[in-house]
């Protein structure tokens, strides 16, 4: 996984529940907690990191991903500066796979993204598939509230995650 994962992470943590949260955090992981932007590391070092901050902070697993995630997606517009050609969160949401993560490619080449695939879309929903080696579709339904808070756009995201690819519903409220 991306350094800059972990590295937002962490800053993530910090301005949510204070220093002490993350000294906690990385003391209760048993990790060094020491990464970098462009280091590379396991997957399963964030899932340590986000169980140690749960249970140290008394948080549900799903809350940090989806709070993790709307952070996150402030960092990430950041980095992509033609994030202003898209007009809206279905706009954006439905060019993930073809415009967004090829860009994120050129910037992190092996990075192991997920797919998502627009099963329907109506001027007030769109659903899309979710496709992942991970189970980071809380993280996914944050990033893209994320996208509504950038957009200015009032929307629900429902998981559906008994189907088989796991959907993602977003609906204009």
Same mark, same amino acid.
């Given at each position: 996984?991306?350094?800059?994962?972990f590295?937002?992470?962490?800053?993530?943590?910090?301005?949510?529940?204070g220093f002490?949260?993350?000294d906690g955090?990385?003391?209760d992981s048993?990790l060094?907690?020491?990464?970098t932007?462009?280091?590379?590391y396991?997957f399963?070092e964030?899932v340590?990191?986000?169980?140690? %901050?749960?249970?140290?902070? *008394?948080?549900?697993?799903?809350? &940090?991903?989806?709070? #993790?995630? /709307?952070?996150?997606?402030?960092?990430?517009?950041?980095?992509y500066?033609?994030?202003?050609?898209?007009?809206?969160?279905?706009?954006i949401?439905?060019?993930?796979?073809?415009?967004?993560?090829?860009?994120?490619?050129k910037l992190y080449?092996?990075?192991?993204l997920?797919s998502f695939?627009?099963?329907?879309q109506?001027?007030?929903?769109?659903?899309?598939?979710?496709?992942s080696?991970?189970? %980071?579709?809380?993280?996914a *339904?944050?990033?893209?509230?994320g &996208?509504?808070?950038? #957009?200015? /756009?009032?929307?629900?995201?429902?998981?559906?995650e008994?189907s088989?690819?796991?959907?993602?519903?977003?609906?204009?409220?």
């Amino acid at each position: 996984m991306k350094g800059m994962v972990f590295t937002e992470f962490v800053e993530f943590v910090e301005n949510r529940y204070g220093f002490d949260a993350v000294d906690g955090m990385i003391e209760d992981s048993g990790l060094s907690g020491v990464y970098t932007q462009a280091g590379n590391y396991p997957f399963e070092e964030m899932v340590t990191l986000v169980v140690a %901050l749960c249970e140290k902070q *008394k948080v549900e697993l799903v809350e &940090v991903l989806e709070k #993790y995630g /709307e952070y996150l997606f402030g960092k990430l517009a950041s980095l992509y500066p033609n994030i202003n050609k898209f007009s809206s969160v279905f706009d954006i949401v439905s060019h993930v796979d073809n415009i967004i993560h090829p860009e994120v490619r050129k910037l992190y080449p092996d990075a192991d993204l997920p797919s998502f695939r627009v099963v329907t879309q109506t001027e007030n929903k769109l659903i899309m598939e979710y496709m992942s080696n991970k189970s %980071l579709q809380h993280l996914a *339904k944050g990033l893209i509230l994320g &996208v509504a808070q950038y #957009y200015n /756009e009032n929307i629900v995201v429902n998981i559906q995650e008994d189907s088989n690819p796991i959907l993602l519903e977003i609906i204009k409220s």
